[in-house]
């Protein structure tokens, strides 16, 4: 069974400093998909970057990148120039194909002005 | 496009009442995917369908849930009786069949039964 777990249930951070969130995974199936979803106070589940396991190099979207180490079974985010707009519950989730979405359970993250 | 629907947004009711759940997925979406989101569980899998059809419902915690998908732009997640500990927020997701695509949730229902 798929298995995502995300150590850390809170953390904060300094506005305009860096953060990183970890997440681990578990599968057998060699051709995978890995999300980090941010979900603000609106409860809203929006995609913030995708990872495809095939592909080597680390997907980034503006502030956003990860660090994927595949032989580790890591996917990590790390967030630059944090602004109080990313105050959110992070969820880490995997997908493999066409299989639906497993989330770990999140991480809590406050953006300290 | 407007994204995914859910309705209602919140919805308060007692002990023993039936609930039921909307949503409009994504237009030319083929999966949709009912999920359950609560502090102790995080987000879970309830139920999936393919083209309409339900794949996988082995996370629908028993047999007072129930979900249907009569057609491609509407479906149900359907609660009798509703006890306290369903209490929760209720997403309804959909995406596109083509591999790697992520799922685009609704606003979510968030349920409190009484």
């Known amino acids: 069974a798929q298995t995502v777990t995300q150590s850390q249930p809170e953390m904060s951070v300094q506005e305009a400093e860096t953060v990183t969130l970890s997440c681990t995974y578990d599968?057998?199936?060699?051709?995978?998909?890995l999300f980090w979803y941010k979900q603000p106070p609106s409860r809203q589940m929006i995609l913030v970057i995708r990872?495809?396991?095939?592909?080597?190099q680390n997907a980034t979207e503006n502030r956003f990148s990860v660090n994927f180490q595949k032989a580790a079974k890591s996917f990590s985010l790390k967030i630059s120039d944090s602004q109080l707009g990313d105050t959110a519950m992070y969820f880490c989730?995997?997908?493999?194909?066409?299989?639906?979405?497993?989330f770990g359970k999140g991480t809590r993250l406050s953006v300290i002005a | 496009d407007a994204g995914v629907i859910q309705s209602p947004r919140h919805e308060v009711t007692e002990m023993g009442q039936e609930v039921t759940l909307r949503c409009k997925p994504i237009?030319?979406?083929?999966?949709l995917f009912w999920y359950r989101q609560t502090m102790m569980r995080g987000l879970e899998l309830l139920i999936y369908?393919?083209?309409?059809?339900?794949?996988?419902d082995s996370g629908m915690p028993e047999d007072r849930f129930s979900a249907k998908m009569p057609n491609a732009s509407f479906s149900t997640l359907k609660i009798q009786p509703s006890e306290p500990r369903d209490s929760a927020v209720y997403f309804c997701?959909?995406?596109?069949?083509?591999?790697?695509?992520?799922?685009?949730f609704g606003q979510g229902t968030r349920l409190t039964v009484v």
């Open positions: 997701a959909s995406s596109s069949t083509r591999l790697g695509t992520e799922a685009f």
């Open positions: 599968t057998s199936e060699n051709n995978y998909y």
């Open positions: 990872q495809e396991a095939y592909k080597q």
């Open positions: 989730a995997h997908s493999s194909g066409n299989t639906p979405l497993v």
């Open positions: 237009s030319g979406h083929n999966s």
């Open positions: 369908f393919n083209n309409n059809v339900p794949i996988d």
